[in-house]
């Protein structure tokens, strides 16, 4: 498909490109709210995947049913419980036959503690991280903030992960050489303030070949990070202000609370994905839109489609 755009200027435009490629084999987890169960279908109907549904068969027809919803497409893996569900997703991640995996109605730690198992997960050697796909109304392109779901209080060799992840799926996208902020709350590294400390080393280790594919720099605050001129205000030279594509945040706190700042008072559009394990997962909250889920498989899509062409 012929797109105009920068495949990464928009998420309408990663949705067209996503579509245009065949469906992502998807193990959806345990779907047993109307939001997972439809989550799954119009995906489907997109083209942006092909659905395994694993949980309770006969209370997710039920359900299917009681909201008109038709399943009856869909390979449906029958199991007792969310526990069983996540640890068949895994297994079918294990083994190579899905490419993906969707979280349904159960528990993200339940999830993540299949994904995560030491001998029966899709552990790599690599720490797993969220990154979320933002698009903001005031901001001039797709922002991706990480991490701000899974890891809570990130040490520097989890953040080294965390932003490496993310500098992955920026790639999958097509965002080649990322601008990264690395946020913290002055632009001047502190010894009394530990994430500026890790700011300056992961610029680094970024120059030492330990983070690769990006243009990092930091500590920045969020505001000479996001605008040129408060950099300039403040004599900043840099080559990431004012037009950071990932923001590294210090802690998962932090990122949750500008992630869903952005989303809820700055009217952001997003998508959600888990990066660090053989397979993306597809990982969005309760109360997130059909629209985010559908934004997030797209975005797995091409994150998934990315990696196979790297090998």
Excluded: W
């Amino acid at each position: 498909m012929e797109i105009s755009e920068p495949v990464s200027s928009t998420l309408d435009v990663l949705l067209k490109k996503a579509a245009s490629n065949p469906p992502l084999k998807v193990a959806v987890v345990h779907p047993m709210k109307k939001y997972s169960l439809e989550a799954a279908v119009e995906a489907a109907k997109a083209g942006l995947i092909e659905p395994i549904m694993v949980g309770p068969k006969d209370r997710m027809l039920q359900i299917a049913e009681s909201f008109d919803l038709d399943i009856s497409g869909f390979e449906i893996i029958d199991c007792e419980h969310s526990h069983a569900s996540a640890e068949i997703a895994v297994a079918l991640a294990r083994e190579q036959k899905v490419q993906a995996l969707m979280k349904g109605s159960l528990a993200t730690a339940e999830l993540m503690g299949a994904v995560v198992h030491k001998q029966l997960g899709i552990r790599t050697d690599r720490r797993v991280s969220h990154v979320f796909v933002l698009q903001a109304e005031h901001y001039h392109k797709l922002l991706l903030v990480t991490d701000a779901a899974i890891n809570i209080l990130p040490d520097l060799a989890v953040k080294r992960d965390i932003l490496q992840n993310a500098i992955d799926l920026a790639a999958g996208i097509g965002l080649l050489q990322p601008k990264v902020a690395i946020l913290a709350a002055v632009e001047k590294v502190k010894p009394s303030m530990p994430a500026t400390i890790d700011a300056a080393a992961l610029c680094k280790m970024s120059d030492r070949g330990q983070i690769t594919g990006a243009i990092v720099d930091g500590p920045l605050a969020f505001d000479n990070a996001i605008s040129a001129k408060a950099a300039q205000i403040k004599g900043i030279q840099s080559p990431v202000a004012g037009e950071p594509d990932i923001l590294l945040v210090p802690d998962l706190e932090a990122g949750n609370i500008l992630a869903k700042q952005l989303c809820y008072l700055g009217g952001a559009q997003s998508a959600g994905l888990v990066m660090g394990a053989r397979v993306p997962i597809i990982l969005t909250s309760r109360s997130d839109s059909l629209q985010t889920r559908i934004y997030s498989c797209a975005v797995a899509s091409l994150v998934s489609r990315y990696k196979q062409d790297q090998f």
